[in-house]
Each structure stands twice: as structure tokens, then as C-alpha cells.
């Protein structure tokens, strides 16, 4: 974990309630797709966590969603503005398990880290498939960004606005050496008991300290209870107990 101070270089909405922040400072703490950050958000308490979309040498993208009090305080500042982060926390995607062909399945904000795991796994000459989930076309962001890579993922909309109509699950079919998701705990069920591979699963679930001190984000594993925060947010599905 480092602490290092940012300045919003690029704070653009996607939707009506998803922007993108990208932030200057020093990323050296970041080691992994998959892991997050802890902005300190000006007059509230408590830091809130968002994942890493992307990053290089002296910048970082967070894909967000306008949800509360944080969220709407962040989408108004302005460009300039300097934030105290805390960075390179949780356990990312380990990518050498992927094979020639890895599926990344994504629903809502959890597409956001997905998409550097899909830079990095290009580097190392994989060839990504990647499903993306939403309610509806109006709630669709990201895209471009995939396509910029070369990639152009099959779409899911649960009301069939666009792309395939029901749930991620349904374009779940393509034939892949590995699986990784990131969205909702239900998603993230209903993906793993589909994908005949073996797989990680990142979890997007709501946090309270975001370094493992509260106990309030743990997960039931084969392993005994483990932080989303500390010990994820990215598990292995087959480590997952999932509740009935």
C-alpha cells in the first residue's frame, strides 16, 4: 500500500451515472490489474474504494459510478483538484493461468478493471474474449475503450435494447481456456457455474475501511472466512463457498 497524491487530470461522464476519472501521480504501487484505490474525498470522512480500469507510468483510470454522497462530491470537482490516494491495495488478477484464450466477463462497474487486464494479457499474446453485461443500451459505457484494443465484445442487455437480450450468462457459449469476471456476487455465481474452466472471480461489493481492519466485506472460501479488501477482491472460483 502506498499513499501518494493525485491530481484529476480527466473527470468526463460516460452515462447519466458513470464517468471516467483519470488521475496523474505515481502508480509504482500498482502491480496487477484487478487491483483498487482508496480516494480520500474532500469534507468526508471515510475514503472510498474504486478499482483500477487502467494505468501506466504516471497515470491512473477509474471507471465510477454516481451511487451517494462520495460519488456525487467526486463527479463535481474540477480539473486540477489534488487527491490524497491510497494505491496498490488487494490482490489482482494472476495472469498466468489465462491460456491462448481467456473469457473476461464483466456486469455494471465491474468491467472497470477488466480492461487492463485485457491490455496486459494482449501483451503477453493472449487472445481475449470478452462479454460485457448491462441493464440497458442508455446504461452501456466502455465499449471504445475495448474496441481501441482491438477487442469487441459480445453485448448483453436485460431488456434487449441491444446486443444479445438477457443476462451474460447467455453469451457465455465460446469455447475459452480460462475465465475471469468481475461484477455483482449473483454475476459472478451464475458465471462461474456456467464456465466449464477454472477462473478468478473479483469481487465488486461495498467496503468499509478498504484494508482488511473492519471485517465488514468477507467472504465465506474453502480456506475459512477471507476480505474482499485484503484477501481479495480477486479469488479463485473454485475457493468460493457460495451461500443458498
Request: with cysteine; glycine share 12%; aromatic share 8%.
Amino acid at each position: 500500500m502506498r499513499q501518494s497524491l493525485f491530481t484529476i487530470a480527466e473527470n468526463t461522464p460516460l452515462t447519466a451515472s458513470v464517468a471516467r476519472l483519470r488521475l496523474r501521480g505515481n502508480t509504482a504501487g500498482i502491480t496487477a490489474p484487478g487491483q483498487f484505490v482508496n480516494i480520500a474525498v474532500p469534507s468526508l470522512f471515510l475514503r472510498r474504494p474504486f478499482s483500477v480500469c487502467d494505468w501506466d507510468e504516471g497515470s491512473l483510470t477509474v471507471l465510477y459510478q454516481t451511487v451517494g454522497k462520495g460519488t456525487e462530491l467526486l463527479r463535481s470537482l474540477p480539473l486540477g483538484t489534488e487527491l490524497d490516494l491510497l494505491t496498490g491495495l488487494g490482490n489482482g488478477f494472476d495472469m498466468s493461468c489465462a491460456g491462448p484464450t481467456p473469457l473476461l466477463v464483466g456486469g455494471g462497474t465491474g468491467i472497470s478493471p477488466l480492461l487492463g487486464l485485457a491490455r496486459r494479457l494482449l501483451g503477453q499474446g493472449c487472445e481475449p474474449r470478452v462479454i460485457l453485461g448491462f441493464r440497458s443500451a442508455d446504461d452501456m459505457f466502455a465499449l471504445r475503450l475495448f474496441h481501441a484494443l482491438g477487442l469487441y465484445p459480445s453485448v448483453t442487455t436485460e431488456d434487449g435494447s441491444f446486443g444479445i437480450r438477457g443476462r451474460v450468462t447467455d453469451a457465455m457459449d465460446l469455447p475459452h481456456s480460462y475465465l475471469y469476471a468481475c461484477g455483482p456476487e449473483a454475476m459472478l455465481r451464475a458465471a462461474a457455474e456456467k464456465s466449464p474452466a477454472e477462473g478468478q472471480l473479483s469481487f465488486d461489493v461495498r467496503m468499509g475501511c478498504g484494508f482488511g481492519a473492519c471485517m465488514g466485506c468477507t467472504k465465506q472460501t474453502v480456506n475459512g472466512p477471507r476480505r474482499v479488501c485484503k484477501d481479495g477482491p480477486v479469488f479463485r472460483k473454485e475457493e468460493i463457498l457460495w451461500e443458498d
